[in-house]
Nanobody
């Protein structure tokens, strides 16, 4: 059973930065894309950013210019650099991996931005 190991969440002041990382517990499976979703209290889970094997990147409009997704293919690790954080970025952030056969979700990491 593959698990996604997330790290990097926490509490930061508005305008600050955080970097999230996520890697599968084992690397011996084919990945099509990796990305991050988030869910704020009372809201639906939404895509934040994703990156495919071909390095096609997609961002939510609300984070464009502030967040950067990147990937270490050798380690199957995906990163989310979050700059200029706003209070509305407060949410639980979930790592997502799409393989050839199914998708996987991390347990979530809390990001709290204080104003």
């Amino acid at each position: 059973q593959v698990q996604l190991v997330e790290s990097g969440g926490g509490l930061v002041q508005a305008g600050g930065s955080l970097r999230l990382s996520c890697a599968p517990s084992r690397s011996t499976f084919s990945i099509r894309s990796m990305g991050w979703y988030r869910q704020a209290p009372g809201k639906q889970r939404e895509l934040v950013a994703s990156i495919t094997n071909g390095d096609r990147i997609n961002y939510a409009e609300s984070v464009k210019g502030r967040f950067t997704i990147s990937r270490d293919n050798a380690k199957n690790t995906v990163f989310l650099q979050m700059n200029s954080l706003k209070s509305e970025d407060t949410a639980v952030y979930y790592c997502h991996v799409l393989s050839l056969t199914r998708d996987y979700w991390g347990q979530g990491t809390q990001v709290t931005v204080s104003s």
